[in-house]
């Protein structure tokens, strides 16, 4: 079965630059959650998309802004990069919104140098 | 937003033992998850409990809900070192829309062959 796809898996940037992670969601999903895990630490929730539009907002910075395509993907654009910022970045997907359960892709590792 | 955590921080057993874990969270839920983590891998969707379910079981995998004391607790019978692995709750709001999901601390568990 087809599932929830993160590009790319590995990203390596230098402080003060920006970053695109891409995700694609299952097809048919509707619906697309950003998580944060820095080393050690459990998953925070960032941001989410129903439909194409923001439905939940999470511990996002203002640095970070995401947004979902007609095609229901979606991407998480990251300025300004701090040290802080490494983290391993998931995306999920859902086809309903409503309290399903979401299945979540295989990451993004970011590190930030 | 509540907050789940989970006791203890760290388990390790015998292969072939039970292991218990447990969670706890702080405001009203729609409904609580269990996920499991391989190091620095994806996150893997175990079972959904709803606020109004007390119990649910899926292969090896017990679930309990008490909502008056808002707690939960998963338990993996017949343990395998296949099962070593960090699992996390993860509650969901009962505010609608595409909420995020809020996870705990996370439990490392260890199976010893």
């Known amino acids: 079965a087809a599932g929830v796809i993160q590009s790319p898996r590995h990203l390596i940037k230098e402080k003060r630059e920006t970053a695109t992670l891409k995700c694609y969601p299952i097809?048919?999903?509707?619906?697309v959650y950003w998580y944060q895990q820095g080393p050690g630490q459990d998953p925070q929730f960032l941001i989410s998309f129903y439909e194409k539009m923001q439905s939940d907002k999470g511990s996002i910075p203002d640095r970070f802004s995401a947004q979902q395509f007609s095609d229901y993907h979606s991407e998480l654009n990251m300025s300004s990069l701090e040290l802080g910022d490494s983290a391993l970045y998931f995306c999920?997907?859902?086809?309903?919104?409503?309290?399903?359960?979401?299945?979540f892709g295989p990451g993004t590792r970011l590190t930030v140098l | 937003s509540q907050q789940g955590e989970e006791d203890p921080q760290a388990l390790s057993i015998q292969e072939g033992e039970n292991a218990t874990m447990n969670c706890s969270y702080k405001t009203s839920i729609n409904n609580l998850q269990w996920y499991r983590q391989n190091s620095g891998r994806g996150l893997v969707h175990l079972i959904l409990i709803r606020s109004n379910e007390r119990e649910k079981h899926s292969g090896r995998l017990r679930v309990t809900l008490d909502t008056s004391k808002k707690s939960s607790s998963l338990l993996i019978t017949a343990s395998r070192a296949a099962d070593t692995a960090s699992y996390f709750c993860a509650t969901q709001y009962s505010g609608g829309g595409a909420d995020g999901l809020t996870f705990g601390k996370g439990t490392h568990l260890i199976i010893q062959p």
């Open positions: 097809p048919r999903h509707d619906t």
């Open positions: 999920a997907s859902s086809l309903v919104p409503n309290y399903n359960e979401q299945f």
